[in-house]
Structures are given as structure tokens and as C-alpha cells.
């Protein structure tokens, strides 16, 4: 069955002490990985793509790696306004609407 | 703003009572979705479209679930006798699909309609 975990569960930082989310997956044909961010009560908000085994994004303080069975988010010198609850979803091949699925989400916290 | 765009934000009804929530996607975006997420987990796939035509549903929407795309356009989604376990955010969200977007189907959401069942 397709499947996509997250880990920790939950995450209390320090601002500026820098730290990485997982995302394992376990699909039929994946196609690609996306990360979101999600603020209390809101839609989540596009992050990242990534295709291919061995892939990197960066946008200011995030980083996303993706390698055949997981991927990363790295989050360096992280501060409070990273305070969200991060997503990844994965699109699998041939299908329709279920074409993606998320895992549950790692709750970031940043403290001052 | 051309960003995807939901009305109501919030939701309050009574068990038994008929709901229903609009979505406007991105203008261009010719797939729309419609997800459900309830606290701590991650959105789950209820329902797409394809320009006005539902493609697929989940066995996750029962028969008082209902959604229409009439002109390709915008979405609404009808929940009919509500339940107490029907209480959830329900995220819409558009992508652009088919031979010219190539692999970019990237999905995004809308702020969401928060529904509370008493």
C-alpha cells in the first residue's frame, strides 16, 4: 500500500539551531515529491518539487534533498517565523485524483 | 490576486443541516481537487476534476457527498445531513495538467473552509 510517513512527529528548536524533517515514502511509481508549509487555519503553501533521486531546491533558510526511498528538509539557522507545520505529498504515475498523497506533517516550532 | 480562493472560511452548522462550500481556482488551471483534513493529519483526497468533468472519487465520500464543476470553472461541494464527523478543514486546490505543463502539476491550495457540526 502507498504510504508516507513523517518524522518527528513534532519539533521544538532554538532560533538559529539548524535541524532536518524526513519524509519516507513508499510508492508505485512516484513522479515527483512536493513540500508544504501549513500556518494554523490556513491552506498549505508550495514549497518544493523534486524529481529526481539525488535532487536539491533551496529557498532562503530551506533545503530539500530527495533520494530514492525519503526525503529531507533542512531548515539552517532556522527563526521564529519557520514556526509552521511542514507537509510532503507524493505523486505517483498513472492515476487520476489520488495522485497524491500526503504524510501527517511535522509541527515546527522555533523559539526566540 | 490569482491565487485559489474559497467561500465560506468558517462553517458552523447544526447535525442534519445541508452544506455547501465554493471553490475558485486559478484561472488557467484546468484540474481542480477537493481534500479533507482534520487535526494534526495530513489533507486527504476526496474528490478531482478535470475541467467539468469528475474524474474520481474517494471511498472516503459517502453519498451525502456531493460536487459539481459545471463550466470547467469554479467547484462547489455539497455535504447533505450533516454529521458530527463531518467537522474538518475542506482544502480546494487547482494544477495545470497536460501535454504542455509536462511534469509541473504542482497543486496549490486554497486558505480552506473550516466546518464545525454541532
Known amino acids: 500500500e502507498d504510504q508516507v510517513t513523517q518524522s518527528p512527529e513534532a519539533l521544538r528548536l532554538q532560533e538559529g539551531e539548524s535541524s532536518s524533517l524526513n519524509c519516507s515514502y513508499t510508492?508505485?511509481?512516484?513522479?515527483?515529491l512536493f513540500w508544504y508549509r501549513q500556518d494554523p487555519g490556513k491552506g498549505p503553501e508550495f514549497l518544493f518539487t523534486?524529481?529526481?533521486a539525488g535532487e536539491e531546491k533551496e529557498k532562503e533558510r530551506l533545503k530539500a534533498t530527495l533520494t530514492k526511498k525519503e526525503s529531507f528538509l533542512h531548515i539552517t539557522a532556522p527563526k521564529p517565523e519557520d514556526s509552521a507545520t511542514y507537509l510532503c505529498?507524493?505523486?505517483?504515475?498513472?492515476?487520476?485524483?489520488?495522485?497524491?498523497?500526503f504524510g501527517p506533517g511535522t509541527r515546527l516550532s522555533v523559539l526566540p | 490576486d490569482t491565487g485559489v480562493s474559497q467561500d465560506p472560511r468558517h462553517k458552523i452548522t447544526k447535525r442534519g443541516q445541508n452544506v455547501t462550500f465554493r471553490c475558485d481556482p486559478i484561472s488557467e488551471h484546468n484540474r481542480l481537487y477537493w481534500y479533507r483534513q482534520t487535526l494534526g493529519q495530513g489533507p486527504e483526497f476526496l474528490t478531482y476534476?478535470?475541467?467539468?468533468?469528475?474524474?474520481?472519487k474517494s471511498r472516503l465520500l459517502s453519498d451525502r457527498f456531493s460536487a459539481e464543476r459545471p463550466k470547467g470553472s469554479f467547484s462547489t461541494l455539497e455535504i447533505q445531513r450533516t454529521e458530527q464527523g463531518d467537522s474538518a478543514m475542506y482544502l480546494c486546490a487547482s494544477s495545470l495538467a497536460g501535454a504542455t505543463s509536462g511534469r509541473k502539476e504542482t497543486q496549490y491550495f486554497g486558505p480552506g473552509t473550516r466546518l464545525l457540526v454541532l
Open positions: 523534486l524529481y529526481s
Open positions: 510508492v508505485s511509481g512516484l513522479r515527483g
Open positions: 505529498a507524493v505523486e505517483k504515475s498513472y492515476n487520476y485524483g489520488q495522485n497524491f498523497v
Open positions: 476534476f478535470q475541467n467539468e468533468a469528475q474524474l474520481e
